[in-house]
T-cell receptor, first 115, second 114 residues
């Protein structure tokens, strides 16, 4: 069974600082990778996703993530965070292929951005 | 206005009572899912359904039941057999039953057992 690890439980940054949230998964085959974000009081929503092709994926609100297959990682980055980025971020994975649409989520990372 | 609706937003129940959480979608999606979210635990899959009248257990199905009689509806019943039901419950749907399809989430129902 696949699993997802998010190493940071809570990250606190000042505005304009750079962000990198770690995500590692354990599954040896083809995977599809997702980052979801949950802003305070809002629905969980998709930030970006990777299926194939260019391992550097760009998402909404200036976020990007890089898939490094050899490291089983899919870290989320943003060059300069804003107060409005305060939210909880979840990495998720499913095994690519027919019938493999169950998402396995990491435990989430809370990001607090200080103005 | 398209999307996923969950009701109620907050739900309180006494120990030993069954309670049903509603999930409706008007996105014409085939697949629907129920997740449980606990602090520090992330999301865990309870049940999912690929098509009407069909559903499968997820990772933590014990103490829960579901039905899928209509494409747009996927209610979750939390039974008295669920040992620790207090949690935030999220419903999701996806257009097709493929591994690359995005899941869209509802606003959630917070269940508290008194």
């Amino acid at each position: 069974a696949q699993s997802v690890s998010q190493h940071n439980h809570h990250v606190i940054l000042s505005e304009a600082a750079s962000l990198e949230l770690g995500c590692n998964y354990s599954y040896g085959g083809t995977v599809n990778l997702f980052w979801y974000v949950q802003y305070p009081g809002q629905h969980l929503q998709l930030l970006l996703k990777y299926f194939s092709g260019d391992p550097l994926v760009k998402g909404i609100k200036g976020f990007e993530a890089e898939f490094i297959k050899s490291k089983f990682s899919f870290n989320l980055r943003k060059p300069s965070v804003q107060w409005s980025d305060t939210a909880e971020y979840f990495c998720a994975v499913n095994a690519g292929g027919a019938g493999s649409y169950q998402l396995t989520f990491g435990k989430g990372t809370k990001l607090s951005v200080i103005p | 206005d398209g999307g996923i609706t969950q009701s109620p937003k907050y739900l309180f129940r006494k120990e030993g009572q069954n309670v049903t959480l509603s999930c409706e979608q008007n996105l014409n999606h085939d697949a629907m899912y129920w997740y449980r979210q606990d602090p520090g635990q992330g999301l865990r899959l309870i049940y999912y359904s690929q098509i009407v009248n069909d559903f499968q257990k997820g990772d933590i199905a014990e103490g829960y039941s579901v039905s899928r009689e209509k494409k747009e509806s996927f209610p979750l019943t939390v039974t008295s057999a669920q040992k620790n039901p207090t949690a935030f419950y999220l419903c999701a749907s996806s257009a097709q039953v493929t591994s690359t399809d995005t899941q869209y989430f509802g606003p959630g129902t917070r269940l508290t057992v008194l």
